[in-house]
């Protein structure tokens, strides 16, 4: 084979690998989604509503788009593991994260090197609401909430309370009650909620804001006693206990976290447009409305991509605002 031959085939082979490589930087196409297996980054434990929750709708994507589905937990750092992780994401609709409050309307204010911004990601689903139930040790006299804060305000020392670590919407939440109600309580950061639920139980706290789906089975069996709901609506689990805002008269009061499905903010928009259409779809079926019920959350119909970026900055603008009044900006 002559050197020429030799040298034209190199530069062929050379020409082809570099297509092949543009080929692949070529944004995906709607028509052609997904061509491989989809990974749903949980940024809370295995096991906890969230994660169930994410489980469910995975399989039923899987079975819509024919491709597998993969949840992968990554917990930690308040939820800034797998926020970080999917931010920076190959944004091409095949890495998502499903997210809290904490990580695009608290953690911005708190954290002093945050390592991504909210912007890096796009909302695809906003599907549950997370309300808190205010419980407190059942051997306090305190039998409603005007009735906690009477005996909040009369206590010498303090009444203490318990939350998992400054800057949680359950540590904001109490802080929000004292400011506005007029009463003092010291604040106990745990590492973990089932420590807290423990001493809680033991009468070492005397009250908390929990997650619903935690709370409900140990109010039910007499350990807690419920006093009111951090969401606007009363819980069907608990039709007699009263919306926060109805008990302490701040009608302008909900303080809930949320599930919110995301992805890196150059992903395509068509395949943005796919996934929040499959969501919409999966979400607005009753028997998965009542899976989401069942745990203790809000089903939520979700509004569009920028309705949802929307909502996200006036969810910052509170609870950024309440970590600046507690001194926690920068903090972490």
Known sequence: MGLHVMTLKMHRASLCVVLLGLLATVPARAEDYPSRAITIVVSLAAGSGMDSITRVYAEKLSEDFGKPVIVENKPGAATTI??????????????????????????????????????????????????????????????????????????????????????????????????????????????STPQSVTDLMGGHVAASFLEAGLSIPLIKEGKLRALAVSSAQRLPLLPDVPPFAEASGAADYEGVSWHMLLVPSKTPQPIIDRLHAEMDHIMKDPAMREQIAALGLIPYDSPSTEDMRSYIQSERLKWGGMVKQLGLEGSQ
């Open 82 to 191: 797998a926020a970080n992780q999917v931010a920076k994401a190959n944004p091409d609709g095949y890495t998502l994260v499903v997210l809290t409050c904490i990580a695009l309307s608290v953690n911005p204010t708190l954290f002093k090197h945050l390592g991504y911004d909210p912007q890096d990601l796009t909302p695809i689903s906003l599907y549950a609401k997370s309300p808190f139930i205010l419980v407190i040790d059942p051997s306090l006299p305190a039998k409603t909430f005007s009735e906690f804060v009477e005996l909040a305000k009369k206590a010498n020392p303090p009444l203490n309370y318990a939350s998992i670590g400054a800057g949680s919407v359950q540590h904001m939440s109490m802080e929000f009650a004292k400011k506005r109600l007029g009463f003092d309580a010291t604040h106990v950061p745990y590492r």
